[in-house]
């Protein structure tokens, strides 16, 4: 009876704890999303025109 108690418990919290891994998975999904690259597409445009650049230099001397 006290296994069957407990299990009832532990199946309760495999439950919370699964939803509360899959919200936060969600979170840092979204900060990504939106946050995150957002800046990386940035840096790659800045990086690309800083390259294109730096050839462009090269090429005329």
């Not at 957002?38 to 790659?44: C, G, I, K, V």
Request: charge should be negative; avoid cysteine; glycine fraction near 6%.
């Amino acid at each position: 009876m006290i296994g069957w108690l407990f299990g009832g418990v532990v199946k309760k919290f495999e439950r919370a704890a699964k939803d509360v891994i899959q919200e936060g998975s969600q979170e840092i999904s979204n900060l990504f999303d939106h946050k995150l690259k957002p800046l990386a597409d940035q840096f790659d445009y800045v990086s690309q025109q800083r390259l294109q650049e730096i050839e462009d230099k090269l090429l005329r001397t």
